[in-house]
Each structure stands twice: as structure tokens, then as C-alpha cells.
């Protein structure tokens, strides 16, 4: 199937990458790309004979989606966490999909949980709420068929065109919020957006991330730097000061007084915010 690329980006993915690698179909252009792992995820992958890409350093999500982009000659290309599974068919759905909207330029399959409920990325801070995805379509209905305004980045069906077109994913975006950009830069350029949910792929969620205290504040101190990163890109007024104000809200919830977790991820989230510079972020200066 060289009518695709398939792009996924590990970071101490070891636990997850065997099965996500055994759900590829056979005779995909397949290209792995690893952030800097300090687990076996790298020798998992080339015991497989797959396509590996070493980044000497973890310069973040979309910065490693582009390098595994970098070079593709098929029309399409495919980014998927490798905490996700593809479900049989899944290419052939998207190929289909892509084939009869031609105006559109990226998709989202149907992201499933292990339950087997929808994980949609409907809402966006740099989105207008009137612009929100229905979560009516949070439904795994493979009739799902429609264009929306925000795509997920845990599946995203990308025409290569499209995705050149406007530049790739953001590298100056570590992690989170990538999508959200991608989605509204890919619409200003003139593409629509679509959600196919005749193709499916099965999401666990998180297995990068790790559980523990250290794990749970990189990721609110990124969630909240990236967020205030693309909403000052998008022309979000006063980004800020609205993230003091989220911080002070995580900061005042009555978790934060009974779970050790949610006080690390509040305090993490106001320290990022607090220390956050729009001059520096995504930078080595």
C-alpha cells in the first residue's frame, strides 16, 4: 500500500510499540521515528526491520512528525500515536475517503478507547465555540461521515500536498496543541477538515506519558505553555493572563486539597505559565 506513509513518534514507547507494529498492514511505508527513548524502544523496532529515525535529542511531538514526513513521495501520510492499534480496514477506509473529498485536506479515522467509545477532539482554545465539534458525532457510528473544524492528532489522515502546503506541524510546538494549529492553519489555507468514521483505529492513551508525579507535571507545565503559545500565534487576546487565571482555578479546586497528583499538576501548570515567554518558547535561546 505505497499509496501511503505511515508516521509515529516513540519516547520510551517500549511497552506499546510491539502491538502497534503488529496492526500495520502488510507492505506499508512505515517510518518510526524515536525521540531520544532511554528504554528498548529502539531495538523493538529494528528487530522488526522497520524504518527508525534517532533524534539525538527530544525536540518535542511535531518536530519528529516532520522528520518523519521529511522525503515521502506517496500522496498521503498517516500520524498515529504508537499507543494506538489500527483496526483492519483502516487504511483502505481513509484511502477511500481521501479519494471522494478531494477537497479536504486531513482526516480523522474514528479513535476509539479500549471500551469502545469515540475519543473526538471537538473543542479548541484557539477555536470560536460556535466552531466546536458536535458531540453528537462522539458516537462509533461508521455512517460518521462530516466535515469539521479541529482534528486529532493521535490519527491524522494528512494529504502530503496539504500538510507541505502549509508547512507541517509547528516544531517550535513541543507537545499539545499541535493538532489544534495544523487543523486552523490547514483551514485558513483553504482545506476542509473531515471526521470518517468507516475507518477506525484503538487509542489507549497516555502510555508515553508514564503515571508518575514527575510524568503528570511535564505534562501540565507543557499543556499549559503550549496552550498559551498558540493562542498567542492565533491572536488569543490576552493568553496570559487567561493562563493565570486557569492556574488559579486548578490552584483553588478541592482536588488539589485531597489528591497529591492534581496539587502537582496545579502548581506545575502556574510555574509554567508564570515563567512562560512567547520570545524564547520552542527555542534553544
Known amino acids: 500500500m505505497q499509496t501511503a506513509r505511515i508516521v509515529t513518534v516513540t519516547y520510551n514507547s517500549a511497552e506499546v510499540i510491539g502491538p502497534f507494529l503488529d496492526s500495520i498492514p502488510a507492505?506499508?511505508?512505515?517510518?518510526?521515528?524515536?525521540?531520544?527513548?532511554?528504554?528498548?524502544?529502539?531495538?523493538?523496532?529494528?528487530?522488526?526491520?522497520?524504518?527508525?529515525?534517532?533524534?539525538?535529542?527530544?525536540?518535542?511531538?511535531?518536530?519528529?512528525?516532520?522528520?518523519?514526513?521529511?522525503?515521502?513521495?506517496?500522496?498521503?501520510?498517516?500520524?498515529?500515536?504508537?499507543?494506538?492499534?489500527?483496526?483492519?480496514?483502516?487504511?483502505?477506509?481513509l484511502l477511500k475517503a481521501a479519494e471522494t473529498h478531494t477537497e479536504a485536506g486531513a482526516f480523522n479515522p474514528a479513535i476509539l478507547t479500549q471500551s469502545g467509545a469515540v475519543r473526538l477532539n471537538r473543542r479548541s482554545c484557539i477555536?470560536?465555540?460556535?466552531?466546536?465539534?458536535?458531540?453528537?458525532?462522539?458516537?462509533?457510528?461508521?455512517?460518521?461521515?462530516?466535515?469539521?473544524?479541529?482534528?486529532?492528532?493521535?490519527?491524522?489522515?494528512?494529504?502530503?500536498?496539504?500538510?507541505?502546503?502549509?508547512?507541517?506541524?509547528?516544531?517550535?510546538?513541543?507537545?499539545?496543541?499541535?493538532?489544534?494549529?495544523?487543523?486552523?492553519?490547514?483551514?485558513?489555507?483553504?482545506?476542509?477538515?473531515?471526521?470518517?468514521?468507516?475507518?477506525?483505529?484503538t487509542h489507549i492513551g497516555g502510555a508515553s506519558a508514564g503515571h508518575s508525579l514527575q510524568g503528570a507535571a511535564f505534562k501540565a507545565a507543557a499543556i499549559a505553555q503550549s496552550r498559551l503559545y498558540v493562542e498567542g500565534k492565533h491572536r488569543i487576546s490576552q493568553p496570559k493572563l487567561r493562563g493565570y487565571l486557569r492556574a488559579l482555578g486548578k490552584l483553588a479546586s478541592p482536588l488539589t486539597l485531597v489528591s497529591s497528583r492534581k496539587r502537582t499538576q496545579a502548581i506545575a501548570y502556574a510555574k509554567a505559565v508564570h515563567r512562560f515567554d512567547p520570545n524564547t518558547y520552542g527555542t534553544k535561546g
Open 27 to 93: 507492505g506499508v511505508d512505515l517510518v518510526v521515528v524515536d525521540n531520544a527513548s532511554a528504554d528498548t524502544t529502539c531495538e523493538i523496532v529494528q528487530s522488526r526491520g522497520v524504518s527508525l529515525i534517532q533524534q539525538s535529542e527530544n525536540l518535542g511531538f511535531g518536530a519528529a512528525c516532520n522528520a518523519g514526513a521529511n522525503g515521502a513521495t506517496q500522496p498521503y501520510v498517516l500520524f498515529v500515536n504508537p499507543d494506538a492499534r489500527l483496526e483492519p480496514g483502516c487504511m483502505e477506509a
Open 127 to 201: 477555536l470560536p465555540r460556535a466552531l466546536w465539534t458536535d458531540k453528537a458525532l462522539a458516537t462509533p457510528d461508521p455512517a460518521i461521515s462530516t466535515e469539521v473544524r479541529v482534528l486529532s492528532g493521535a490519527a491524522l489522515f494528512c494529504r502530503r500536498d496539504a500538510f507541505e502546503q502549509v508547512g507541517g506541524f509547528d516544531p517550535r510546538i513541543f507537545l499539545y496543541h499541535e493538532d489544534d494549529d495544523l487543523s486552523v492553519r490547514l483551514s485558513e489555507a483553504g482545506w476542509r477538515l473531515r471526521l470518517e468514521h468507516s475507518a477506525q483505529v
